[in-house]
């Protein structure tokens, strides 16, 4: 089993994070208090390409998915 680089935790897998944007249309009820529409709800990919980090220390370790996965396979 691989261990991480940064806080030499024993791992199994990493955790993949990626930018989601998202836009929820927001508006007023007669109260003036705010309701987010979340079934008009829109969600896309961020421009940046995902980091696979440690599930342990949280650390970024790999932006590329080839590498990530040469890491878990002991490569």
Known sequence: MPKCPEC???IDYLKNVQ???ISTPLSLNKK????YDHK???EWEGDEV???NCPECDKELFTDEDEA???LKGV
């Open 69 to 71: 996965i040469k890491f």
């Open 32 to 35: 003036g208090q705010a309701i």
């Open 40 to 42: 008009q709800r829109d």
């Open 50 to 52: 995902g980091t696979w």
């Open 8 to 10: 030499k935790e024993e």
């Open 19 to 21: 930018n989601i944007w």
